[in-house]
Nanobody, 115 residues
Framework: QVHMVESGGGLVQPGGSLRLSCAAS????????MGWYRQAPGVQRELVAG???????NYADSVKGRFTISRDNAKNTVYLQMNNLKLEDTAVYYC?????????WGQGTQVTVSS
């Protein structure tokens, strides 16, 4: 079973930036399409960015142009660069495979955008 550990969250003002990291343990990372998800209180978890094993990316409309997903297969790590953060980006951010079968969910990392 692969486990993910997310990090890099924090408190930031609107317009600020954060870079999230997700380190995956176990085998299989390099061949899977990976994704960053977020879940705000009372809201269903949503996929906001995905990256294939060859580096093709896609984004939810709500983050397009502001977020950039990348990966380092040698380090089993996926990143999410978040710029021009908005109040509505406040959520717990998780990484996992972008399609089933999903791996066990990690604890996530809290991102709070507040003035």
């Amino acid at each position: 079973q692969v486990h993910m550990v997310e990090s890099g969250g924090g408190l930031v003002q609107p317009g600020g930036s954060l870079r999230l990291s997700c380190a995956a343990s176990g085998s299989g990372f390099a061949i899977r399409t990976m994704g960053w998800y977020r879940q705000a209180p009372g809201v269903q978890r949503e996929l906001v960015a995905g990256i294939t094993n060859t580096g093709r990316t896609n984004y939810a409309d709500s983050v397009k142009g502001r977020f950039t997903i990348s990966r380092d297969n040698a380090k089993n790590t996926v990143y999410l660069q978040m710029n021009n953060l908005k109040l509505e980006d406040t959520a717990v951010y998780y990484c996992n495979t972008a399609t089933p079968p999903y791996w066990a969910w990690g604890q996530g990392t809290q991102v709070t955008v507040s003035s």
